[in-house]
Nanobody
Framework: QVQVVESGGGLVQAGGSLRLSCAASGRTFNSYAMGWFRQAPGKEREFVAAILWADRSTYYADSVKGRFTISAANAKNTVYLQMNSLKPEDTAVYYC?????????????????WGQGTQVTVSS
């Protein structure tokens, strides 16, 4: 069993910054990628950013490109999401997944490798 824990959410004014952290622990696994999704009230969960373990390449949703940066610690179990120039529309619960896959243009996360989520609220 793998435990995934996010931290770093909070309330910030538009234009501000936050840094989210995600740590996976427990049974050793060999994932393809790790990353972030978010879910706003009344909306479906959407992909935000991913980092591939093979070469540390990164991928972003168009809505956050140029504002968000995903990075990883040397150990293959911790990722960060630096969020700059935040907008009210970035308000959501941000979820980390420790085992992402990519198929037919869509990122998805392994069902049992989600964290509990961390709330990010951006005020205007």
């Amino acid at each position: 069993q793998v435990q995934v824990v996010e931290s770093g959410g909070g309330l910030v004014q538009a234009g501000g910054s936050l840094r989210l952290s995600c740590a996976a622990s427990g049974r050793t696994f060999n994932s393809y990628a790790m990353g972030w999704f978010r879910q706003a009230p009344g909306k479906e969960r959407e992909f935000v950013a991913a980092i591939l373990w093979a070469d540390r390449s990164t991928y972003y949703a168009d809505s956050v490109k140029g504002r968000f940066t995903i990075s990883a610690a040397n150990a293959k179990n911790t990722v960060y999401l630096q969020m700059n120039s935040l907008k009210p529309e970035d308000t959501a619960v941000y979820y980390c997944n420790a085992d992402l896959s990519y198929y037919s243009g869509t990122w998805s996360g392994r069902g049992d490798y989600w964290g509990q989520g961390t709330q990010v609220t951006v005020s205007s």
